[in-house]
């Protein structure tokens, strides 16, 4: 089994920060990428940053020179620093882990998802 566990949102004003961050735990065999998905209500899910093996990141257009995606690989942890939020960035913000992982006595390539929290930007 694997385990995300999310925290860090929140309501802020138009222009505020907020940190998000995400524990990965479990039967990890090796993490290629971590990211932060958003869901806004009646919308699509769409990307808000990745963040791969090898250091290179990925973000969504909305959220380029505004969101800063980070990792902690010793700790399994991915960080989402946001900063001049907008309302439209209103959305509940999903952790996500790619890579390879135990599924009792095999090895399989898995993608997995937190619960999700929520991140409400309004004065």
């Known amino acids: 089994q694997v385990q995300l566990v999310e925290s860090g949102g929140g309501l802020v004003q138009p222009g505020g920060s907020l940190r998000l961050s995400c524990v990965v735990s479990?039967?990890?065999?090796?993490?290629?990428?971590m990211g932060w998905y958003r869901q806004a209500p009646g919308k699509h899910r769409e990307l808000g940053a990745d963040?791969?093996?090898?250091?290179?990141?990925k973000y969504g257009d909305s959220v380029k020179g505004r969101f800063t995606i980070s990792r902690d690989n010793a700790k399994n942890t991915v960080y989402l620093q946001m900063n001049s939020l907008k309302p439209e960035d209103t959305a509940v913000y999903y952790c996500?882990?790619?890579?390879?992982?135990?599924?009792?006595?095999?090895?399989?390539?898995?993608?997995?998802w937190g619960q999700g929290t929520q991140v409400t930007v309004s004065s």
């Open positions: 996500n882990v790619r890579g390879t992982f135990y599924n009792g006595p095999y090895v399989s390539e898995g993608n997995f």
């Open positions: 479990g039967s990890i065999v090796s993490i290629n990428a």
């Open positions: 963040i791969f093996m090898d250091g290179s990141t």
